[in-house]
C-alpha cells in the first residue's frame, strides 16, 4: 500500500550526491514530490528532506540504497503521522487589490498568513503549514489574479526523540 513518506538523509556536503541520490528515484521510477537541502545541528553535515508517495517495502530499498552512497551517513524514514512537517509559501499581488478587495485581507488574516512587503505594484503574503492549507489559500486568492507563486519543500522533524547528534557522531567517529 502506497503511502507519503518523508526521507531524511544526513550527509556529507560533496558535489554530484544530489545527481547520485536523484537516481536511485529515477531508476525505480519514483516521483519525488518534494526536496529540501539544509545544514543540520553538525558541522559539515547536510540533511535531505525528501517526500515521495511508495511503499514502504520500496522505501526501505531506497534507504538501502541510499546508504550505500559514501557521503551518506544515515538515512531513515518516517510518516506523516511521525513527522511535524510545514512548507513556506509566498504569494506575489497586484497592490491595488490590497485596498479595493477587503475580502483579501480577511482571506489573509484568517488563514493565518502574513504580509511580508508592500510596494506600490504588488504585495507579498507569506504562508507557512501543510501543503493542503497553502493549496486553499491559493484556490482563494486565485480569482483576484496571482502575479507569482512559490512553495518550498518540505520541512520536518520527528515526533519522537531520536538524537540524531548523538547517533551521527558515533558514525563519523
Known amino acids: 500500500m502506497k503511502e507519503i513518506y518523508t526521507i531524511s538523509i ?3 556536503n560533496n558535489i554530484g550526491l544530489l545527481n547520485r ?12 514530490e518534494s526536496l529540501t537541502v539544509s545544514s543540520t ?3 559539515n553535515v547536510s540533511r535531505f ?13 531506497i534507504i538501502g540504497q541510499l546508504e550505500k552512497q559514501v557521503e551518506v551517513i544515515k538515512a531513515y524514514y518516517h510518516t506523516n503521522e511521525q513527522s511535524i512537517y510545514v512548507q513556506t509559501a509566498l ?7 490590497l485596498f479595493d478587495e477587503r475580502q483579501i485581507q480577511n482571506i489573509i488574516k484568517n488563514s493565518n498568513a502574513q504580509i511580508v512587503t508592500v510596494s506600490p505594484e504588488f504585495f ?6 501543510r501543503k493542503e492549507e497553502i493549496e486553499t489559500l491559493y484556490d482563494e486568492l486565485l480569482p483576484f489574479g496571482i502575479m507569482q507563486f512559490v512553495r518550498s519543500g518540505r520541512i520536518s522533524v520527528t515526533k519522537e526523540e531520536m538524537r540524531i547528534s548523538e547517533l551521527l557522531q558515533k558514525q563519523l567517529n
Open 49 to 61: 528532506i525528501i517526500v515521495s508517495d511508495l511503499s514502504e517495502e520500496k522505501v526501505k530499498k
Open 21 to 32: 541520490i536523484a537516481t536511485i528515484f529515477l531508476k525505480r521510477h519514483i516521483n519525488i
Open 91 to 97: 504569494f506575489k499581488i497586484k497592490s491595488n487589490l
Open 10 to 12: 544526513y550527509t556529507e
Open 124 to 129: 507579498v503574503i507569506e504562508k507557512s503549514g
Open 41 to 43: 545541528e553538525i558541522e
